[in-house]
Structure formats: structure tokens, C-alpha cells
């Protein structure tokens, strides 16, 4: 999270200017650029390096549509890579479903829901439980349809879908490898939401022209922003590996059962908000009862799940991670944990069952705690049991102080007082005959915290971890991920 330079969005351009300078108010912003000057930073560049790192959440993109009109194939190619999944095989374990990409300088998150074939409910029910998982998390839908195939039956029960959820669409074309093809995609019309857009994501023909036709309905900053309400309920995404007990533990915190927990089959529902009394105040619980794994229907559990996850983490401000105690903690366990830490969210990690545990399993499993989980020993832990409620009054205070610590801010002058005692004691190791020291930083946002530091050289990962490391001894930020940048002076003299 701490390693990498964040390139710039329109977004946290508007946020910069509109609002301040990312945490910075004019007279410190002022201070700040002449100590930059004085450092022989180029100031455009500086500013820049603010901006960029000072963005907020970023704007979503679905991608939705039927089986095999290659939505993967055209997520691969807006964000640049081959990531997605782009075998048709059900049972595909899909590890991640969002991605970040960016086109013509702005930056987005896409939603992928492909790969996935019909269950044994109809290839309606399939594709419906994807869309509606992903259409409920976006601000924005490219909804792609095989132009040679044609609208079909199942391209209309997406249409209804898109229509009922209000978001704005952009109508993929799809397989449209020549001039020839584009008669075919006219037909698409028929379909009702606006001029269909002629691609072929196997070769990129057309791809720009969609792209360009997504960045004017893609909103600068998602709908969904967080806190604007006064008093307004905090969002909580209650997420976890299927039956681990996230549905019971809804119900115990709700003091009622708001939730069917069962493995029956069942068909698809509308993703539910719940808002839930705890600890005196209201919260939103968002989309929290996990996925339902339907009968004969096993293999694609981890990929609903997934789905699932990422469109509840989208919405909220802080993810509770529900881990069973009783069990190892499992690679799935560790990717849900990192899911909510890459989005950028507050974090809580709530050990269920805890109750049923003897003493060998709770020496075990704090060794597993420290191996497994050691890259997020920042994350208030509470040890719960859903069953009989036990320990659930301690959840409460571990969210709050998660989303204090999410929200922390450090001013300028404090932080670059910390920063110059840090490198005076502890210097960045000398490579090649050169040391490279950190002159000065600023936060240019919170929720996550973001920090800009600005260097004479190369900061390597490790001294950028030691520097997380420390910055949270100083401040705190307990529960929350920090992203960490690092701008490099340029040479002076190397402009003529």
C-alpha cells in the first residue's frame, strides 16, 4: 500500500482546488510551497504530487452482461493488463473482481462480473445476481452485448435491472472486428439505452471512443461520499469467508433476526441495507449477509463471494473482517483482509467462536495471528461469539477508533518536526556513495491518511515501512492503512 507513486485524477484536482490544498489551508499551502522552493522542487510538480495523493474514493465502473460476450477481455483491456479471468470454465476461483484503471488522465475502479456461467436457476438468475451485486457498488455500468448474436433474452433481463437501479449505462457493442460488423451493432438500438458503441475488446478497436463516451457519465467523485450527513449513520461492511457467521452475528448485533441464515437454495434478492442500533448510535450495515450458496452450486461460491465483498467494501467506511477462530486462518481470510485494505478502508478484525476455543487452539492461533496477519497488526481485534453475543459490546469502540484513526489528520508543521528527528536518528542507508534523506512532507488526505513525503534520492520499500512504522507510533492511526509517496527532486541543471 505505502509503495508507489499515485498518479494524478481530475477528482483530486477538483478537491485540491476547490476545497484546499489536500489537508493544507492557504496560509500553511503558501509556507509549505516557499520551503519546497527553497529545496529546488519545481513547484508545479509539487502541487501535483499533492493533488494526486490527496484524492478521495475513486468513481465505479461495472461490467456487466451475459456469458461469454467477453466483459473480461474488455476489462483487461481498459485497465491496461492482463489480470482478469478470461477462461469461460465454471468454477474459475477469482481472486479479485475490481481493479483500478485510468483513461485520458482520469482515475476509476472497474468492476469485473465475468467468467462466471449460468447455475442451476436459469442463466437469468446467474447473470442477475452478478449485475445486481456489482450495478448496487458502481456509479457507472458498461453493460457489453455480442454484437453478432444479437439482443437476447437474458440481454433484456439485464436491461431491466439497469433501468430499475437508475445508473448511468454505456452500451458496449461487443465483437465488432470490422466495418462489416458495425450494421450489427446498430441493431442495438433496439435495446433502449442510447447509441451502442462499436468495440472489439479482443483487438481494441473502439475501445477509446467508449472509454471517452464512460468518462462523461462517470461522476469526478463517487455518489456515495462518507460523512456528509451531520450525525448521519456510519456505512459498515461486515465481510468474511461464506459461513464464517457474518449472518448470525448480524442477527445478535441487531438484537433480532433480521437475516436467514441457511444453505437453502434460494433465488437472488436485492442487496439490503441494514441500520442497526449499537452502542447507542444507528450504523449502516452495508450488504452484510454474505452470499447464499445454493445447492449443486459450490464451486461458484468463491467467486460470488468475491463479488459480493468488493461491492459491500465499496460502500462502506469501514470493513469488519469476520474470521473463525476455531478454524486456521485461511488464504481466503488473507485476501478479504488485503480486499479492505487496497480499497482503502477503516479496518476491524473480529475472531468468531471464540467461546469454543481450549487453550492449546488460543496459543495457536496468536502465532497464526502474528504470521498470517502481521501486515495488518495496526487492526483493532475483538474476540466475539455471534451465537451467544459475547464480547459484541467491544465491537462498537474498535469501529470507532477505526474510523478515528481513518479520519486522523497531522499537520504540516508537526509532521515535518517528527520527520526531521526520524532522519537525524535513523538516516536512510547509503547506496551507490549517496544517501538519500527525506527533506520535508506534507498529509494530503485522510480517510485512508495519505502522506507525500518529498526526497533528495530514492527511498527504498524498506525505509518507507520503517517510516509507516514510526508514523504510527507517533500518531496513532490505529486501524486504518496509510498510503505513503515519495516525489524524488529532479537534478538541477538538467533543464536548459
Same mark, same amino acid.
Given at each position: 500500500?505505502?509503495?508507489?507513486?499515485?498518479?494524478?485524477?481530475?477528482?483530486?484536482?477538483?478537491?485540491?482546488?476547490?476545497?484546499?490544498?489536500?489537508?493544507?489551508?492557504?496560509?500553511?499551502?503558501?509556507?509549505?510551497?516557499?520551503?519546497?522552493?527553497?529545496?529546488?522542487?519545481?513547484?508545479?510538480?509539487? *502541487?501535483? !504530487? &499533492?493533488? @494526486? =495523493?490527496?484524492?478521495?474514493?475513486?468513481? $465505479?465502473? %461495472?461490467? /456487466? +452482461?451475459?456469458?461469454?460476450?467477453?466483459?473480461?477481455?474488455?476489462?483487461?483491456?481498459?485497465?491496461?493488463?492482463?489480470?482478469?479471468?478470461?477462461?469461460?470454465?465454471?468454477?474459475?476461483?477469482?481472486?479479485?473482481?475490481?481493479?483500478?484503471?485510468?483513461?485520458?488522465?482520469?482515475?476509476?475502479?472497474?468492476?469485473?462480473?465475468?467468467?462466471?456461467?449460468?447455475?442451476?436457476?436459469?442463466?437469468?438468475?446467474?447473470?442477475?445476481?452478478?449485475? *445486481?451485486? !456489482? &450495478?448496487? @457498488? =458502481?456509479?457507472?455500468?458498461?453493460?457489453? $452485448?455480442? %454484437?453478432? /448474436? +444479437?439482443?437476447?433474452?437474458?440481454?433484456?433481463?439485464?436491461?431491466?435491472?439497469?433501468?430499475?437501479?437508475?445508473?448511468?449505462?454505456?452500451?458496449?457493442?461487443?465483437?465488432?472486428?470490422?466495418?462489416?460488423?458495425?450494421?450489427?451493432?446498430?441493431?442495438?438500438?433496439?435495446?433502449?439505452?442510447?447509441?451502442?458503441?462499436?468495440?472489439?475488446?479482443?483487438?481494441?478497436?473502439?475501445?477509446?471512443?467508449?472509454?471517452?463516451?464512460?468518462?462523461?457519465?462517470?461522476?469526478?467523485?463517487? =455518489?456515495?461520499?462518507?460523512?456528509?450527513? $451531520?450525525?448521519?449513520?456510519?456505512?459498515?461492511?461486515?465481510?468474511?469467508?461464506?459461513?464464517?457467521?457474518?449472518?448470525?452475528?448480524?442477527?445478535?448485533?441487531?438484537?433480532?433476526?433480521?437475516?436467514?441464515?441457511?444453505?437453502?437454495?434460494?433465488?437472488?434478492?436485492?442487496?439490503?441495507?441494514?441500520?442497526?442500533?449499537?452502542?447507542?448510535?444507528?450504523?449502516?450495515?452495508?450488504?452484510?449477509?454474505?452470499?447464499?450458496?445454493?445447492?449443486?452450486?459450490?464451486?461458484?461460491?468463491?467467486?460470488?463471494?468475491?463479488?459480493?465483498?468488493?461491492?459491500?467494501?465499496?460502500?462502506?467506511?469501514?470493513?469488519?473482517?469476520?474470521?473463525?477462530?476455531?478454524?486456521?486462518?485461511?488464504?481466503?481470510?488473507?485476501?478479504?483482509?488485503?480486499?479492505?485494505?487496497?480499497?482503502?478502508?477503516?479496518?476491524?478484525?473480529?475472531?468468531?467462536?471464540?467461546?469454543?476455543?481450549?487453550?492449546?487452539?488460543?496459543?495457536?492461533?496468536?502465532?497464526?495471528?502474528?504470521?498470517?496477519?502481521?501486515?495488518?497488526?495496526?487492526?483493532?481485534?475483538?474476540?466475539?461469539?455471534?451465537?451467544?453475543?459475547?464480547?459484541?459490546?467491544?465491537?462498537?469502540?474498535?469501529?470507532?477508533?477505526?474510523?478515528?484513526?481513518?479520519?486522523?489528520?497531522?499537520?504540516?508543521?508537526?509532521?515535518?518536526?517528527?520527520?526531521?528527528?526520524?532522519?537525524?536518528?535513523?538516516?536512510?542507508?547509503?547506496?551507490?556513495?549517496?544517501?538519500?534523506?527525506?527533506?520535508?512532507?506534507?498529509?494530503?488526505?485522510?480517510?485512508?491518511?495519505?502522506?507525500?513525503?518529498?526526497?533528495?534520492?530514492?527511498?527504498?520499500?524498506?525505509?518507507?515501512?520503517?517510516?509507516?512504522?514510526?508514523?504510527?507510533?507517533?500518531?496513532?492511526?490505529?486501524?486504518?492503512?496509510?498510503?505513503?509517496?515519495?516525489?524524488?527532486?529532479?537534478?538541477?541543471?538538467?533543464?536548459?
Amino acid at each position: 500500500m505505502n509503495d508507489h507513486i499515485e498518479p494524478g485524477g481530475s477528482d483530486a484536482h477538483d478537491a485540491a482546488h476547490e476545497h484546499d490544498h489536500g489537508a493544507l489551508g492557504d496560509a500553511e499551502f503558501a509556507e509549505f510551497m516557499e520551503l519546497a522552493a527553497e529545496e529546488g522542487f519545481d513547484l508545479e510538480d509539487v *502541487e501535483g !504530487a &499533492i493533488e @494526486a =495523493a490527496g484524492h478521495g474514493p475513486l468513481p $465505479v465502473l %461495472a461490467v /456487466v +452482461g451475459r456469458p461469454n460476450v467477453g466483459k473480461s477481455t474488455l476489462v483487461n483491456r481498459i485497465i491496461g493488463r492482463r489480470e482478469a479471468v478470461v477462461e469461460d470454465k465454471p468454477g474459475v476461483t477469482r481472486d479479485r473482481v475490481t481493479y483500478e484503471a485510468e483513461w485520458a488522465g482520469r482515475r476509476f475502479k472497474v468492476v469485473d462480473t465475468g467468467g462466471w456461467e449460468q447455475d442451476v436457476l436459469g442463466i437469468d438468475a446467474s447473470v442477475a445476481a452478478q449485475a *445486481e451485486y !456489482a &450495478i448496487d @457498488a =458502481a456509479d457507472a455500468v458498461v453493460f457489453v $452485448v455480442d %454484437a453478432k /448474436v +444479437g439482443a437476447t433474452d437474458t440481454d433484456e433481463a439485464v436491461v431491466r435491472l439497469l433501468r430499475k437501479a437508475g445508473k448511468p449505462v454505456v452500451l458496449c457493442a461487443n465483437k465488432v472486428d470490422g466495418p462489416s460488423g458495425e450494421a450489427d451493432a446498430a441493431y442495438l438500438w433496439s435495446l433502449g439505452l442510447g447509441e451502442p458503441y462499436p468495440v472489439s475488446a479482443l483487438h481494441g478497436r473502439g475501445t477509446g471512443d467508449m472509454l471517452d463516451q464512460v468518462l462523461e457519465v462517470l461522476p469526478e467523485a463517487p =455518489a456515495q461520499t462518507f460523512g456528509t450527513a $451531520v450525525g448521519g449513520p456510519r456505512r459498515v461492511a461486515l465481510i468474511g469467508r461464506p459461513n464464517v457467521g457474518k449472518s448470525s452475528l448480524l442477527n445478535k448485533v441487531a438484537g433480532e433476526e433480521r437475516v436467514v441464515v441457511n444453505e437453502l437454495a434460494g433465488t437472488t434478492r436485492d442487496p439490503v441495507d441494514e441500520m442497526i442500533e449499537l452502542g447507542g448510535k444507528t450504523w449502516k450495515f452495508v450488504d452484510t449477509a454474505g452470499i447464499r450458496k445454493r445447492v449443486h452450486l459450490q464451486q461458484g461460491a468463491d467467486y460470488y463471494a468475491s463479488l459480493r465483498t468488493a461491492a459491500a467494501v465499496e460502500k462502506a467506511e469501514v470493513a469488519v473482517v469476520l474470521i473463525d477462530a476455531a478454524e486456521s486462518i485461511s488464504v481466503q481470510d488473507q485476501r478479504i483482509v488485503t480486499m479492505a485494505v487496497e480499497a482503502g478502508r477503516a479496518l476491524v478484525l473480529a475472531f468468531n467462536k471464540w467461546d469454543t476455543l481450549d487453550e492449546e487452539r488460543r496459543y495457536y492461533l496468536e502465532r497464526e495471528i502474528e504470521t498470517e496477519l502481521g501486515q495488518v497488526a495496526w487492526a483493532p481485534r475483538v474476540n466475539v461469539s455471534a451465537r451467544t453475543g459475547r464480547h459484541m459490546e467491544r465491537l462498537v469502540p474498535a469501529i470507532e477508533t477505526a474510523l478515528a484513526g481513518w479520519e486522523t489528520r497531522v499537520p504540516t508543521g508537526r509532521l515535518n518536526a517528527f520527520l526531521g528527528e526520524l532522519v537525524a536518528a535513523h538516516p536512510h542507508p547509503v547506496r551507490g556513495g549517496k544517501q538519500p534523506r527525506i527533506l520535508f512532507g506534507t498529509q494530503a488526505g485522510t480517510r485512508p491518511p495519505r502522506f507525500v513525503l518529498f526526497a533528495s534520492g530514492f527511498i527504498e520499500a524498506g525505509y518507507r515501512r520503517f517510516i509507516e512504522r514510526r508514523l504510527r507510533e507517533e500518531f496513532g492511526f490505529e486501524g486504518t492503512p496509510i498510503h505513503i509517496s515519495v516525489r524524488v527532486r529532479e537534478k538541477r541543471g538538467r533543464k536548459k
